[in-house]
């Protein structure tokens, strides 16, 4: 059953359709959620923010667009984690005791995240904003070159020559700031 089929089933509350999203769609939520948390969240936690993920989905069916459900499930992986997210205080020194913190992950792990996550935004901001755009779909919803290509008007051929244009300037960027990206 292809997308367009599971939409229409999903917005006539079908919930074997839901199931079936859930089913092909889970692994890549979880990997989303893990890596923009980065160990800030529980297995419960993320669990918990994956099931919210696909409630959203099932209140907001008819929303999503044919063609678009995974960049859908993308979008709303990335809102729902960076909400729990927000419930973690960081801001004040005395709360960084009381922060449950996953096995083998330390503040200044988080912090040295947050570093990168910012230099990497200002590395984004250098390209003009279709390169921007195409690069943002890439590294952080994890889309593959077809469905960039589908979602800009540009070829897939296209999408992956600007993606390969783009990496030793994001690499160059991030290695004048101190980030080691040899074999990469």
Known sequence: MNDEEIIKKLRAHDEQALSDIIKQYSPLIVTIISNISNGL???????ECCSDVFYTLWINAGKVQSGH??????AIAKSKTKDMLRGIRLADHDDICDIPLADEFSLFDYLENRQLQTDLADAFAQFDSQDRDILIRHYYYYQSSAEIAKQTGLTKEAVKSRIRRAKPKLKEFL???GYNYENR
Do not use: A, M, N, P
């Open 41 to 47: 969240l529980s297995g419960q936690d993320i669990e």
């Open 69 to 74: 459900l995974k960049g859908y499930l993308c």
């Open 175 to 177: 290695q004048e700031r």
